[in-house]
C-alpha cells in the first residue's frame, strides 16, 4: 500500500468520522417492526425443494467459453415422489461431514437432486456477460418450475428474488424499434408456449439458426434480436414459475431494499444491529404496479396484478438476518407456517437445502479450465486466451 493513503487516514480522521456518524442508528423505532419469537417445532412433515443456480466463463479474444448449471433438491422423509425429470435424478447418499455441510439428522439419505447444464460459447462484446448471467437465471428458474410440475412439493426454496427480476428493466430493450420488437414478442409466444410441456431445460433462444433471423429481421442486428428474445424467454419462465407462487419461499442473504425505514441504510443492516434474537418482522406488501410504471411486452397483466409479501428473519441466536419474499398478499398463518419450515430444516440459521445446492452448483474457474481442456481450446485458441 502506498504510503500517501496512511496520510490520508491522518489528514481524514475527523471529517471521515462525522460522515459515518450520519450512518448510526438514531431515533428509529425498530421495534414497531421487530417481534422476538422462538422458533417452533413442526406437528407435520412437508416436502421442501430448493434452488441455485451458477455460471462461469472463460474469456477469449473473439468469444467467451461458458458453463451454467442448476439445482433443485428435494427433501421428502417418506421417498413418495413423483417422477422427476428423464435421465436427470440422483439420489444423494454423500456420508463425509464436509460435503454434508451439517445437515439436520435423518436429511441425507431422503435428498433427491435435478441437475441441467449447458457448456457454450457466444461472442465476445459488451453484453455477453450480461448474457451468460440471464442464461443462468433462466435455468435456475426453468429448473424450478419442472421440479415443481412433476413433484409433489409444498415448499420451494428459491435463492434470490423474484421481485428484483421483474422490477429490473430488460437489457438492450431501446436498441430495437417499436415494429421489430412487436414481431419478436409475436414469434416468442410460438416460440416458449409449449415450453411448460417440455422435459427437457434448455435456452430456446439459442436453438434459433442464423438463417431465420437473416430471413425475418433484414440488416438487424443478430445479436441485438438475440438478447431481447432472452430477455423475453425469461419473463415467459417466470410466468410458468409463478403458475405455482403459493410455494415458492424466495430468500436473500443480502439486500440494499429500505422499504420498512427509507433510509440510506439497508434495511436489513437495522434489523440485523437492533436485535441478536430469532424473531421476524411485520409484513411488507409491495404491489408490481406500484413499483413499475413501463408495460411486460409479455403478460403484463398478470405481472402488473402480482403482490409480494415480504419480511425479514433470524432462525437462530446470533445468526444473520435473512429476507424472505412470497410471490403473493400472505397472512400471519401462512407466514409463521414458512417460519416453522425454514427454522426445522435449517443448520447456523441458514435452510440446509439451498446452502447445499449453493455448495454443489458452483462452477469454478478451475472446473471452466478443465473443461476447455476437455473440449479442446486449450491447444488449439490458448495464444488468444485473456484469462
Same mark, same amino acid.
Do not use: Q
Given at each position: ?31 414497531? %417492526? ?25 474469456? #477469449? ?46 436429511? *441425507? ?16 462484446? &459488451?453484453?455477453?456477460? &450480461? ?8 435455468? @435456475?428458474?426453468?429448473?424450478? #418450475? %419442472?421440479? =415443481? ?17 421483474? *422490477?429490473?428493466?430488460?437489457?438492450? @430493450? ?15 409466444? /410460438? #416460440? ?23 430471413? @425475418? ?12 428474445? /432472452?430477455?423475453? /424467454?425469461?419473463?415467459?419462465? *417466470? !410466468? ?10 424466495? $430468500?436473500?442473504?443480502? +439486500? ?5 425505514? %427509507? ?9 440485523? +444491529? ?13 404491489? =408490481? !404496479? ?10 403484463? &397483466? ?5 403482490? #409480494? ?29 414458512? $417460519?416453522?419450515?425454514?427454522?426445522? @430444516? ?6 440446509? =437445502?439451498?446452502?447445499?445446492?449453493? %455448495?454443489?452448483?458452483?462452477? +469454478? ?6 473443461? !476447455? ?12 486466451? =485473456?484469462?
Amino acid at each position: 500500500m502506498l504510503e500517501s493513503l496512511y496520510l490520508k487516514a491522518v489528514e481524514n480522521k475527523d471529517s471521515l468520522t462525522d460522515l459515518i456518524e450520519d450512518y448510526e442508528l438514531k431515533d428509529l423505532k425498530v421495534e414497531d %417492526h421487530w417481534n422476538d419469537y422462538e422458533m417452533p417445532k413442526l406437528d407435520e412433515d412437508y416436502v421442501i425443494a430448493a434452488g441455485d443456480g451458477s455460471s462461469n466463463l472463460k474469456s #477469449f479474444y473473439s468469444f467467451l467459453f461458458y458453463g451454467i448449471s442448476s439445482e433443485s433438491i428435494i427433501y421428502d422423509k417418506t421417498l413418495k415422489l413423483k417422477n422427476t425429470l428423464k435421465n436427470n435424478v440422483k439420489n444423494n447418499l454423500e456420508n463425509n461431514l464436509e460435503n454434508n455441510l451439517n445437515a439436520p439428522n435423518n436429511v *441425507i439419505n431422503n435428498l433427491k437432486i435435478i441437475e441441467s447444464s449447458d457448456l457454450n460459447v457466444i461472442d465476445n462484446n &459488451e453484453y455477453s456477460k &450480461e448474457r451468460i448471467r440471464n442464461y443462468m437465471g433462466i435455468f @435456475e428458474i426453468k429448473n424450478a #418450475f %419442472h421440479c =415443481l410440475e412433476t413433484n409433489n412439493i409444498d415448499y420451494y426454496l428459491y435463492d434470490g428474488s423474484l421481485l428484483g427480476d421483474l *422490477i429490473r428493466p430488460l437489457p438492450g @430493450e431501446k436498441r430495437l424499434k417499436k415494429d421489430v420488437k412487436a414481431k419478436i414478442i409475436s414469434m416468442a409466444h /410460438e #416460440f416458449f408456449n409449449d415450453e411448460i410441456k417440455m422435459d427437457k431445460i434448455e435456452i430456446t433462444s439459442n436453438k434459433i439458426d442464423n438463417e431465420f433471423w437473416e430471413r @425475418e429481421f433484414d440488416n438487424i442486428s443478430e445479436f441485438e434480436l438475440k438478447f431481447y428474445l /432472452e430477455n423475453i /424467454e425469461k419473463l415467459f419462465a *417466470i !410466468s410458468n414459475l409463478l403458475k405455482h407462487r403459493k410455494k415458492i419461499v424466495a $430468500i436473500s442473504k443480502t +439486500s440494499t431494499a429500505n422499504d420498512y425505514f %427509507h433510509l440510506k441504510i439497508p434495511d436489513i443492516g437495522i434489523f440485523d +444491529s437492533y436485535s441478536k434474537r430469532t424473531g421476524y418482522t411485520n409484513k411488507k406488501v409491495k404491489t =408490481l !404496479s406500484d413499483n413499475i410504471k413501463y408495460a411486460f411486452p409479455v403478460n403484463n &397483466e398478470f405481472f402488473k396484478s402480482l403482490k #409480494f409479501t415480504i419480511f425479514y428473519i433470524r432462525l437462530c441466536n446470533n445468526k444473520n438476518i435473512l429476507k424472505v419474499e412470497l410471490p403473493y398478499n400472505a397472512n400471519k398463518e401462512d407466514i409463521e407456517k414458512i $417460519i416453522a419450515v425454514l427454522a426445522n @430444516e435449517s443448520t447456523e440459521g441458514y435452510p440446509y =437445502l439451498l446452502k447445499k445446492t449453493h %455448495h454443489d452448483v458452483v462452477i +469454478s474457474k478451475k472446473d471452466m479450465e478443465n473443461l !476447455s481442456n476437455i473440449v479442446g481450446l486449450y491447444g488449439k485458441y490458448g495464444r488468444e486466451m =485473456l484469462g
